[in-house]
């Protein structure tokens, strides 16, 4: 099974703090995504990354930054963390030679005060 | 623009009774078409892939159907139970490197 894992459930940040969200998968997937998910606004992707060291911007990357270093893990950064930026974040894969699936982890809810 | 809708938001049935989900999107231009399942507070779970060649998948007591031509997929669950309570989303993947489209969703209660 294609096990997806995020380095916290729950995350307590103050304003202007810098934010390290971490998302580990086991499967040797190519393709890794950060989304969040808000009320009403469903999942919006954030970054995604087809390659180690290859970062694309997503829909809403204003405010984040990403890293790739190896191919297993791949992690969002929050340089400043804002109020707006209290969400849930989801890290996902997926591998062209699995039909490009995604598979996600468990979520990890931000909320910074 | 890729848009996904999923009719109905919300739906309440019985335990036992077989259901339909339905999913529609704008562009039929696509790669594959997913369909997830998620807990309250919780991450999403991968319940069937369908590649754009195929009408069809089944995993236990769902089936999902996929009609390109016409942007419409369905999710059939058969005999719902309690455990089946959860939100279902659909998404679409766009041809060449594209990311998922999802859904709004549809929130589903079986009640015992």
């Known amino acids: 099974d294609v096990k997806v894992t995020q380095s916290s459930r729950y995350l307590v940040k103050r304003t202007g703090e810098k934010v390290f969200l971490e998302c580990v998968q086991d499967m040797d997937h190519e393709n890794m995504f950060w989304y969040r998910q808000d009320p009403g606004l469903g999942l919006r992707l954030i970054y995604f990354?087809?390659?180690?060291?290859?970062?694309e911007k997503g829909d809403i990357p204003e405010g984040y930054s990403v890293s790739r270093e190896k191919k297993e893990r791949f992690s969002l950064i929050l340089e400043s963390a804002s109020t707006n930026q209290t969400s849930m974040y989801l890290c996902?894969?997926?591998?062209?030679?699995?039909?490009?699936?995604?598979?996600f982890g468990p979520g990890t809810r931000l909320t910074v005060t | 623009k890729q848009e996904v809708t999923q009719i109905p938001a919300a739906l309440s049935v019985p335990e036992g009774e077989n259901l339909v989900l339905n999913c529609s999107f704008t562009d039929s231009a696509i790669y594959n078409l997913q369909w997830f399942r998620q807990d309250p507070g919780k991450g999403l779970t991968s319940l069937l892939l369908?590649?754009?060649?195929?009408r069809e998948q089944t995993s236990g007591r769902l089936n999902a159907s996929l009609d390109k031509s016409s942007g419409r997929s369905t999710l059939y669950i058969a005999a719902s139970q309690p455990g089946d309570s959860a939100t279902y989303l659909c998404?679409?993947?766009?041809?060449?490197?594209?990311?998922?489209?999802f859904g709004t969703g549809t929130r589903l209660l079986v009640s015992p």
């Open positions: 990354s087809y390659d180690v060291k290859m970062k």
């Open positions: 998404a679409v993947r766009g041809t060449g490197f594209q990311k998922l489209v």
């Open positions: 369908i590649q754009s060649s195929q």
């Open positions: 996902a894969s997926s591998d062209p030679g699995q039909g490009h699936e995604q598979y």
